[in-house]
């Protein structure tokens, strides 16, 4: 029985000494092929990151050039305001009192004070004499209006732009620059 277990131990000791062999061979190719795996996936988050600078480094220079081109642009539109300024007349066309469309019981009321901008003094004289019908057209407009209209911004916007449109239509050969509101009280 101790012979046996010589050949035996022998056979084992060759067995395991082939298993860890073969054991640290199938370890080296699993790392030899888990290595392609990491190389690919290293490389990918490298290449990732790579273009995430550089679209980051482009969108700050993009952003920095568009910065500047606003700032010149306001620059710019300030030098324009002032000589805007310089020249424009204002023209007070008075107080507009007019009774709102609606179907409730309690009339509605607005009361505006207006005050055109026009391009040039010299069309004082005309605005003067055609002051009657830029009124009326005024006048006309204001009482088709409801309350609803002129609420918020957005209804103050359109109340202006109408208001233009009217009295460049009615001013035909005399530039207005705008319209602009003094006082506005809805009751």
Known sequence: MAEDKAPKDKADEAEDAAA???AAEGLEEGKKKRRPKKLVLIAGVVAVMLLAGLGGVAFYFLHARKAGDAAHAAEQSA???DAKSAKAVFYNLGDLLVNLSGEGKHPNFLKVK???ELADEK??????AIKPRVVDNFQVYLR???IEDLRGSAG???LREELLMRVTEAAQPVRIRDV???EMLVQ
């Open 180 to 182: 602009l509101f003094q």
């Open 123 to 128: 069309d004082v004289p005309l605005i003067d």
């Open 156 to 158: 103050m916007y359109r």
């Open 20 to 22: 860890e062999t073969g």
């Open 114 to 116: 207006i005050s055109l």
């Open 144 to 146: 088709e209006l409801r």
């Open 79 to 81: 030098g324009d305001a």
